[in-house]
C-alpha cells in the first residue's frame, strides 16, 4: 500500500461489546496503477489465538470505496479485478488426545465386564448435577476459559465430569497452553465443539516435544512423566496403561494393568492432607451437590468419600501439579 503516513492513513476501533475490530484504510497520491490487478492486498494476521476455534472468527467487508486519482468510483463487488479484500494462511492447530481413570467413580469388576470396557460411572450427569460450563474459574486454578454447552441436553451422555488439559514443554517446567474439556466414561477427553477425541491447542510447535497435565476437581493431578512427540498433528497420553506414564508414577492401579488418578485432594493444590479433610467436613452430610468432596462422584458427600481420601492421606504431587 505505501508508506503509512505518505501514500495511505490507516485506523482501526475495537467494537469489544460486538467482538469486532473495524479498520479504515484511506490511500492517498496514488497514481491509479493496478499490481497485478489489485489495488492493495489487506493482511490479517492473528498473534494470539483467544480462547475458541479459528472458524469462530470471520472477517467482512463494509461500506468500502475505492477512488481512483481523479475522484472516480471505482466499482467493487465479489472478486473484482481491481480490489482484492485479503488473504490468509491457516495455521491448523494440534490436537491432544488424553486418556486417563478417575478412582472415585471407576466401576468395579462385576460391573465394567458388563460393558466389556473399563468404565467410570456418569452419575453426575444421570442426575443432572454435571454444570453445562467448565468449573475451573475458582481458586486454586483461576482459568478464565469460557468451554460451555448451551443446555445440559447438550452434554454427552457418557460425560463424568470436566478435566483442564494444560501442555507443559519438554522438560515440564513451563506452561504452554490450557483449555477446558469433558471427561468421559471410557477414559477420553473432548472439547465442547463437537471433537470426538481430544482438546486443540494453537501454540504448539509440531516439530517439538511436550508433556501433558491433566488437573481435576478432586483428584491428584499428573503429568507425563516423559515428553511426547506430535504424530500427524497428534499430542497423545494415555496414562491408563502404566503408572509410569505419570511422573514418579504416581497413579493407582484400578485393575489388573489398569491404572487411574488417586483421589482425595479436594481442595486441588496438588497435596492429599488435614486441609482436604477440612474441606470433607465442612461439606456436612450434602446430598444431590456438585461439590468437590464428593470424591467418587455420585452427587452425596458420605463416609465413601472420606475413606477414599483417608487411604490416600500424605499424597504429594510433583511440583509441575502443585499450586
Known amino acids: 500500500l505505501g ?12 467494537d469489544e461489546a460486538n467482538q469486532k475490530v473495524h ?8 497514481e491509479n496503477v493496478l499490481c497485478q490487478g489489485k489495488i492493495g492486498v489487506l493482511e ?25 486519482n481523479g475522484g472516480v ?24 488426545q488424553v486418556n486417563t481413570f478417575l478412582q472415585g467413580n471407576f466401576l468395579p469388576p462385576s460391573d465394567y465386564q458388563l460393558f466389556s470396557t473399563y468404565q467410570m460411572d456418569n452419575h ?14 475458582t481458586s486454586p486454578w483461576n482459568y478464565t476459559g469460557n ?66 497435565l491433566i488437573r481435576t476437581r478432586n483428584h491428584l493431578d499428573i503429568i507425563s512423566n516423559a515428553p ?13 496403561t502404566n503408572a509410569n506414564e505419570a511422573m514418579l508414577g504416581q497413579q493407582v492401579e484400578l485393575a489388573p494393568g489398569v491404572y487411574g488418578m488417586y483421589a482425595g485432594d479436594i481442595d486441588g493444590n496438588g497435596v492429599i492432607n488435614v ?3 477440612n474441606q470433607y467436613t465442612n461439606s456436612g452430610a450434602a446430598i444431590n451437590q456438585y461439590l468437590p468432596a464428593d470424591l467418587n462422584l455420585d452427587g452425596n458427600v458420605t463416609i465413601s468419600d472420606y475413606n477414599l481420601y483417608y487411604d490416600n492421606t500424605s499424597l504429594i504431587g510433583v511440583d509441575a501439579v502443585r499450586y
Open 44 to 68: 490479517v494476521v492473528i498473534d494470539e489465538v483467544p480462547i475458541g476455534d479459528p472458524e469462530d472468527f470471520t472477517i467482512t467487508t463494509d461500506g468500502g470505496i475505492v477512488l481512483d
Open 3 to 14: 508508506v503509512e503516513g505518505i501514500d495511505f492513513m490507516s485506523t482501526y476501533i475495537v
Open 124 to 137: 453426575l450427569l444421570r442426575n443432572n448435577l454435571l454444570p453445562i460450563a467448565q468449573p475451573f474459574n
Open 73 to 96: 468510483v471505482i466499482p467493487m463487488s465479489g472478486n473484482s479485478t481491481a480490489f482484492s479484500v485479503f488473504s490468509s494462511e491457516e495455521t491448523l492447530p494440534i490436537i491432544a
Open 23 to 30: 479498520i479504515a484504510l484511506t490511500r492517498i497520491n496514488h
Open 275 to 277: 486441609f482436604d479433610f
Open 228 to 240: 511426547e512427540q506430535i504424530i500427524n498433528g497428534v499430542l497423545q497420553q494415555d496414562f491408563t
Open 147 to 212: 468451554e460451555s454447552f448451551a443446555n445440559i441436553d447438550d452434554l454427552p451422555s457418557d460425560a463424568i465430569d470436566w478435566v483442564l488439559l494444560e501442555v507443559f514443554d519438554s522438560d515440564g517446567l513451563v506452561s504452554i497452553e490450557k483449555h477446558a474439556g469433558l471427561l468421559l466414561s471410557d477414559g477420553r477427553v473432548i472439547a465442547t465443539n463437537g471433537i470426538t477425541n481430544g482438546l486443540r491447542f494453537y501454540n504448539l510447535d509440531p516439530l517439538a516435544r511436550y508433556r501433558v
